[in-house]
């Protein structure tokens, strides 16, 4: 007989679940954080590294090259070894590579360095969404949970942006990395205190070596495919060839996946019409979101003038209303199910975005900036926090680490689509060399226009794909045990 998982919802809650959520939501919130505060010091660590402009865009390349790649390798490895062994490991390793970073002396010791950040976020990312979900139970404290994820989560772009001016202007540009250090390796130390270890109970403890080399290989092509897509060509050779190798080494794992015995993804948990249709939906919100946000900082500092602190200072509305939101939007969905809540988001985020391509060349903060502001920010609270919990519903402690796998990384495959689509749109409409803030202010527009029409289109497929309630994906025979805490600490509950 299978041990009984003490974090499963037949048994008594964990009282430090409210701060072992704390703890989780502050080291995913670091993940998101790396992936936009470093984008506001790329001028700064140009011109101290002496780096070219094609060797600063694999600083941001290479990080998402090793965290989307090694994403499904690593959320099976927390299920199988250990959810908390795995969160620590990827939070030392994410650490240490920010340390290391922000003492760099070279480019190419920068890019190493970023690709190990990867690495450790591709740990830590999975395992601590699965102890989340391991930790609450199904239904309306869940929920709760996941909305307060969310928030806290959600804002992490919006901080990066406000942080990376901050930082770089006041003490260089190497403090972007060194934050990381004191958040990453504290929270190291404070795991064994407020969570216990959990795994999946499997007599197969064999990692599925040939699947996670499919699916890093097939992931790594497709990203760096999209990723250099606008500097080689849509129709290079090179790019035409990557997409073509990389969906045939994906559509090799799935075909490896249904043959193996001890799968690195049981395809049966994408059965659920729920899990399923929230990894769709999340690849066109991830692509309209990251593409609004890129066109939106370059509209703020390049048509409107706005030194970097304070372009980031310009969107502390939106990160607001996204965090105060997002705190309402677990118990809403709970209430109304997943699918209500996420079209509703989708709806109003597009409806913010298509505001905001309207803007004007001689725009003013309040008028043409604040208003879209506040209304993207409430529609990206709804349909982050209703994804999250439809990517997880019906889904067995067991498998709720390669679940978390899957939602992180068609984050980051919408996100490079999205990135790639709207640099194409800019490039199209900017033929000089030295174009005016007129030109640039119509590229701009042009390209919010793709992304409300990506969210537009993330509508649609939601509105088919998403069934109104979930149906269980869980695997029979294959159940969570749970290793007690190093040391028990005995918390009250919120």
């Not at 490991?89 to 690709?115: K, P």
């Not at 290079?236 to 075909?255: H, I």
């Not at 969905?333 to 209500?340: N, Q, V």
């Not at 309207?358 to 209304?375: K, M, Q």
Request: aromatic share 6%.
């Amino acid at each position: 007989m299978p041990t009984t998982d003490p974090l499963e919802p037949c048994a008594i809650p964990d009282p430090r679940r409210w701060r072992a959520l704390a703890l989780l939501a502050i080291a995913d919130f670091v993940v998101i954080l790396d992936a936009t505060i470093v984008n506001i010091a790329l001028p700064s660590i140009g011109k101290n590294l002496h780096a070219s402009t094609s060797s600063l865009s694999w600083v941001i390349s290479v990080y998402i090259l090793a965290f989307g790649g090694l994403l499904m390798l690593g959320g099976r490895l927390a299920d199988l070894f250990g959810r908390r062994r795995l969160l620590i490991g990827g939070l030392i390793l994410f650490g240490l590579a920010s340390l290391a970073g922000g003492l760099s002396t070279s480019i190419v010791e920068l890019v190493a360095f970023r690709a190990l950040q990867g690495a450790g976020a591709a740990m830590l990312a999975p395992a601590a969404r699965s102890i989340v979900v391991t930790l609450f139970q199904e239904g309306p404290e869940r929920s709760k949970a996941l909305g307060i994820w969310g928030a806290v989560a959600g804002s992490g772009s919006v901080v990066g942006l406000i942080l990376g001016g901050v930082l770089t202007s006041t003490l260089g540009w190497q403090w972007v990395l060194f934050v990381n250090v004191p958040v990453t390796l504290g929270a190291a130390a404070l795991a064994p205190l407020l969570i216990s270890e959990s795994r999946a109970e499997s007599s197969e403890r064999s990692v599925d070596f040939v699947g996670a080399a499919l699916v890093s290989g097939g992931l790594v092509a497709v990203l760096y495919a999209l990723v250099n897509a606008n500097t080689l060509g849509w129709g290079s050779t090179q790019t035409v060839g990557l997409l073509g190798a990389g969906a045939a080494l994906l559509a090799t794992f799935v075909w490896v996946e249904a043959k193996v015995g001890s799968p690195l993804v049981p395809l049966r948990i994408l059965r659920g019409g729920q899990v399923r249709g929230a990894n769709i939906a999340m690849v066109l919100m991830a692509a309209a979101m990251v593409g609004m946000f890129f066109v939106f900082t370059l509209y703020l500092q390049d048509v409107m003038g706005y030194s970097a602190i304070k372009a980031g200072l310009a969107q502390v509305p939106l990160g607001l209303v996204l965090i105060s939101v997002a705190t309402l939007s677990g118990p809403l969905t709970e209430r109304l199910g997943a699918k209500p809540v996420l079209l509703s988001g989708l709806g109003v985020f597009t409806a913010g975005v298509g505001w905001l391509s309207r803007i004007p060349t001689n725009a003013s903060y309040l008028p043409d900036i604040l208003g879209p502001s506040l209304v993207i920010g409430v529609g990206l609270a709804l349909s982050f926090v209703a994804l999250t919990i439809a990517s997880v519903n019906g889904i067995e402690a067991a498998h709720s680490g390669i679940a978390g796998a899957l939602i992180n990384m068609t984050q980051q495959i919408g996100g490079a689509i999205g990135l790639a689509i709207i640099t194409a749109v800019i490039a199209s409409n900017v033929h000089d060399a030295s174009p005016s803030p007129a030109t640039l202010a119509g590229a701009f527009r042009a390209a919010l226009t793709a992304a409300a029409l990506i969210g537009g289109a993330g509508l649609a497929i939601a509105a088919v794909a998403l069934p109104r309630r979930s149906r269980s994906a869980s695997i029979p025979g294959d159940t969570a045990t749970a290793i007690p805490a190093a040391v028990p600490v005995a918390v009250p509950t919120a």
